[in-house]
């Protein structure tokens, strides 16, 4: 009945719950002072005598003090324990004024117990009042919206104070918390009580919880993923918190709760950079990006900004790609950035813009990298990932630039597929070059997949899950490595600084994932259940599609085992065999003439003899030349 009540006192006008709470104040304040009489007498009707004049003088003390410690300018429905000091405050401010005033005028028959009794039934009066308030808007709130029960893992001060943001959401209702620390449990936080963690499978069953929330900020990778392995086996949705940094400061709000980012599944801790080796090729230094709009060659923009160039060049073909680097990088960072169209094909372009801004470091990033994309496009592939780096390459040595580094792909390795043997090539061309170069020093810098690129698997199974499935996997045993975006950007850099020319780098990419496990994490992490021949109901199927044109089950970062340590932990330098500088400009001036003839199977040829390692899986596939002509 007073849920019903309060329902249209909580959707008046702000100002008018600030006049009731004023006025409600104004009752109260006389009525606790009859109270402390009554308390003190042990009567209902106790003798006043000159105590009359408090009921007047109490109210006029304690609503100014009250007024100037902002309490009529607390929301109720979040009102916290610092409301309840800022009532103890007032009461007591208010509470000594009246003694004060009742001394200097005189007043008589009033015990002095009088005030001190006031003093705590004010307190509790007041306080009360708001805290039955805010009660009787929880009650409301969780009638008027049917919110998902969750449970948050977590009962430091994030989770306290995301418990006390959630309370008034109308997604999410905070049931219980769960916590490692033993000296937390059973105690009651925020009207929560703090479990252990083996409680959890009860807790889910017994108390209808829809998710589970992470509210760990400080965690490393390496314990969240290994509190994903306990929350795996459970039937709920598991999703993580935005840290209380990242809500205070505004960046984030409580619709930013979101599902568990990648990292946390392999649990891999990024290695602290060296700071030495990431400002040594770029800081003060004239530095160029190709392929800028690119997920790698935006992640190597975004670090290179921050270590202050004297100036960005971002070089790219694509315009929306290089407009929205560049515009992100004008709004967020004060590095000075010239944008510039272009195709690393083109040698004069190329020669004029090293010139003219006197470029020092170059890292090349633009390629073709998607495997059946480049299967299905054999010339333009050869055209980009060859061509492109053997002119990029011969302008910066022709230019005086200091230092180009080439990013590379473990698919480079004994490769199966011309995308692969594009990339080989172009590292042998860089070896090459570098053997005969007194100017640039060249390196090249290896690695596997990184999470959240474009054509990774990551983003492609998470929008799968969101459409209800199938996940569609090439093959059940495929096993890849994977790193984030910004780790490899900052291994690139570093790597890059250690070169003395020719050095291949390959990073150390920690273990291999299995895709068809990485899928089933996901699918039973978002609540679901795979649907298999065990499981005929459950809710995502994995489907195995084949292994498309190219694709190996596994990658690999070494082609041989002559492997050195560098002096970062996560980097390696590669002994590879060579070929020499004549016999590749020969292969070069083949590409060039059958690309002009426009014959892939010629051209995937002469890519074999230059990358004797190339063992192709498939038959050419280049999409233009398997069409019939049009007559």
Same mark, same amino acid.
């Given at each position: 009945?007073?849920?019903?009540?309060?329902?249209?006192?909580?959707?008046?006008?702000?100002?008018?719950?600030?006049?009731?709470?004023?006025?409600?104040?104004?009752?109260?304040?006389?009525?606790?002072?009859?109270?402390?009489?009554?308390?003190?007498?042990?009567?209902?009707?106790?003798?006043?005598?000159?105590?009359?004049?408090?009921?007047?003088?109490?109210?006029?003390?304690?609503?100014?003090?009250?007024?100037?410690?902002?309490?009529?300018?607390?929301?109720?429905?979040?009102?916290?324990?610092?409301?309840?000091?800022?009532?103890?405050?007032?009461?007591?401010?208010?509470?000594?004024?009246?003694?004060?005033?009742?001394?200097?005028?005189?007043?008589?028959?009033?015990?002095?117990?009088?005030?001190?009794?006031?003093?705590?039934?004010?307190?509790?009066?007041?306080?009360?009042?708001?805290?039955?308030?805010?009660?009787?808007?929880?009650?409301?709130?969780?009638?008027?919206?049917?919110?998902?029960?969750?449970?948050?893992?977590?009962?430091?001060?994030?989770?306290?104070?995301?418990?006390?943001?959630?309370?008034?959401?109308?997604?999410?209702?905070?049931?219980?918390?769960?916590?490692?620390?033993?000296?937390?449990?059973?105690?009651?936080?925020?009207?929560?009580?703090?479990?252990?963690?083996?409680?959890?499978?009860?807790?889910?069953?017994?108390?209808?919880?829809? #998710?589970?929330?992470? *509210? $760990?900020?400080?965690?490393?990778?390496?314990? =969240?993923? @290994?509190?994903?392995?306990?929350?795996? &086996? +459970?039937?709920?949705?598991?999703?993580?918190?935005?840290?209380?940094?990242?809500?205070?400061?505004?960046?984030?709000?409580?619709?930013?709760?979101?599902?568990?980012?990648?990292?946390?599944?392999?649990?891999?801790?990024?290695?602290?950079?060296?700071?030495?080796?990431?400002?040594?090729?770029?800081?003060?230094?004239?530095?160029?990006?190709?392929?800028?709009?690119?997920?790698?060659?935006?992640?190597?923009?975004?670090?290179?900004?921050?270590?202050?160039?004297?100036?960005?060049?971002?070089?790219? #073909?694509?315009?929306? *790609? $290089?407009?929205?680097?560049?515009?992100?990088? =004008?709004? @967020?960072?004060?590095?000075?950035?010239? &944008? +510039?169209?272009?195709?690393?094909?083109?040698?004069?372009?190329?020669?004029?813009?090293?010139?003219?801004?006197?470029?020092?470091?170059?890292?090349?990033?633009?390629?073709?990298?998607?495997?059946?994309?480049?299967?299905?496009?054999?010339?333009?592939?050869?055209?980009?990932?060859?061509?492109?780096?053997?002119?990029?390459?011969?302008?910066?040595?022709?230019?005086?630039?200091?230092?180009?580094?080439?990013?590379?792909?473990?698919?480079?390795?004994?490769?199966?597929?011309?995308?692969?043997?594009?990339?080989?090539?172009?590292? $042998?061309?860089?070896?090459?070059?570098?053997?005969?170069?007194?100017?640039?020093?060249?390196?090249?810098?290896?690695?596997?997949?990184?999470?959240?690129?474009?054509?990774?698997?990551?983003?492609?199974?998470?929008?799968?899950?969101?459409?209800?499935?199938?996940?569609?996997?090439?093959?059940?045993?495929?096993?890849?490595?994977?790193?984030?975006?910004?780790?490899?950007?900052?291994?690139?850099?570093?790597?890059?600084?250690?070169?003395?020319?020719?050095?291949?780098?390959?990073?150390?990419?920690?273990?291999?994932?299995?895709?068809?496990?990485?899928?089933?994490?996901?699918?039973?992490?978002?609540?679901?259940?795979?649907?298999?021949?065990?499981?005929?109901?459950?809710?995502?199927?994995?489907?195995?599609?084949?292994?498309?044109?190219?694709?190996?089950?596994?990658?690999?970062?070494?082609?041989?085992?002559?492997?050195?340590?560098?002096?970062?932990?996560?980097?390696?330098?590669?002994?590879?065999?060579?070929?020499?500088?004549?016999?590749?400009?020969?292969?070069?001036?083949?590409?060039?003439?059958?690309?002009?003839?426009?014959?892939?199977?010629?051209?995937?040829?002469?890519?074999?003899?230059?990358?004797?390692?190339?063992?192709?899986?498939?038959?050419?596939?280049?999409?233009?030349?398997?069409?019939?002509?049009?007559?």
């Amino acid at each position: 009945m007073l849920t019903k009540l309060s329902k249209p006192l909580f959707q008046l006008p702000r100002w008018q719950k600030r006049f009731l709470l004023l006025t409600l104040d104004c009752l109260l304040i006389p009525f606790a002072i009859w109270a402390s009489f009554a308390l003190r007498y042990s009567t209902w009707t106790p003798p006043l005598n000159d105590g009359v004049w408090l009921f007047i003088l109490a109210p006029l003390f304690a609503v100014p003090v009250f007024i100037r410690l902002g309490l009529y300018r607390a929301i109720i429905r979040y009102i916290t324990g610092d409301a309840m000091i800022a009532v103890l405050h007032g009461v007591t401010l208010s509470t000594m004024a009246l003694s004060l005033i009742s001394t200097l005028i005189r007043l008589e028959g009033i015990p002095r117990s009088i005030y001190i009794i006031y003093w705590g039934t004010a307190f509790l009066l007041i306080g009360g009042s708001r805290y039955w308030m805010r009660r009787q808007f929880q009650r409301l709130h969780n009638r008027q919206y049917d919110r998902t029960r969750i449970i948050i893992y977590g009962a430091g001060n994030s989770g306290m104070q995301l418990a006390t943001a959630l309370s008034s959401s109308t997604e999410f209702r905070p049931v219980a918390l769960i916590d490692d620390n033993p000296t937390l449990h059973k105690a009651n936080i925020q009207g929560l009580k703090v479990h252990a963690p083996d409680e959890l499978p009860s807790l889910v069953e017994s108390l209808d919880v829809g #998710q589970i929330l992470l *509210a $760990l900020p400080s965690a490393s990778h390496a314990r =969240r993923k @290994e509190i994903l392995q306990t929350l795996e &086996p +459970l039937p709920v949705q598991v999703r993580t918190l935005p840290s209380i940094t990242d809500l205070v400061d505004g960046n984030l709000t409580l619709g930013d709760i979101r599902d568990i980012p990648i990292e946390d599944l392999l649990g891999r801790d990024p290695i602290p950079p060296n700071t030495q080796l990431l400002q040594a090729n770029i800081t003060d230094k004239i530095v160029m990006v190709t392929g800028a709009g690119g997920s790698i060659g935006s992640e190597l923009c975004r670090q290179i900004a921050k270590l202050s160039p004297s100036q960005l060049l971002l070089f790219e #073909q694509s315009e929306f *790609a $290089l407009y929205t680097i560049d515009q992100e990088l =004008r709004t @967020e960072t004060h590095c000075p950035v010239i &944008p +510039l169209l272009g195709s690393v094909t083109d040698s004069g372009r190329m020669q004029q813009i090293l010139r003219t801004f006197g470029v020092q470091t170059i890292y090349h990033a633009a390629a073709y990298k998607h495997v059946p994309m480049v299967e299905h496009n054999v010339l333009e592939g050869i055209r980009n990932n060859v061509l492109g780096t053997w002119r990029t390459a011969q302008a910066a040595q022709q230019c005086g630039v200091e230092t180009f580094v080439l990013i590379s792909t473990d698919k480079a390795v004994r490769p199966t597929n011309t995308m692969g043997a594009t990339k080989r090539c172009a590292e $042998l061309l860089l070896q090459a070059l570098a053997e005969e170069s007194k100017t640039t020093r060249f390196t090249m810098v290896r690695f596997g997949n990184v999470l959240g690129s474009s054509g990774s698997v990551v983003p492609l199974f998470c929008e799968q899950i969101r459409q209800g499935g199938p996940i569609t996997l090439t093959h059940s045993e495929i096993i890849r490595y994977f790193m984030t975006i910004p780790e490899a950007a900052q291994l690139v850099i570093q790597a890059g600084a250690m070169g003395e020319g020719g050095d291949v780098f390959v990073l150390d990419m920690g273990e291999p994932v299995r895709i068809y496990d990485l899928a089933k994490r996901m699918i039973k992490l978002s609540g679901l259940q795979v649907r298999d021949e065990q499981h005929p109901e459950g809710d995502i199927e994995i489907r195995v599609t084949g292994l498309r044109p190219g694709e190996k089950l596994y990658e690999e970062l070494l082609i041989g085992d002559n492997v050195l340590p560098t002096q970062h932990h996560r980097i390696l330098r590669a002994q590879e065999n060579q070929i020499s500088i004549d016999a590749l400009k020969s292969y070069v001036q083949q590409f060039e003439m059958l690309i002009a003839a426009q014959n892939p199977a010629a051209a995937r040829s002469v890519l074999q003899q230059a990358v004797q390692e190339f063992k192709p899986q498939c038959d050419v596939v280049d999409s233009l030349h398997r069409l019939p002509i049009a007559a």
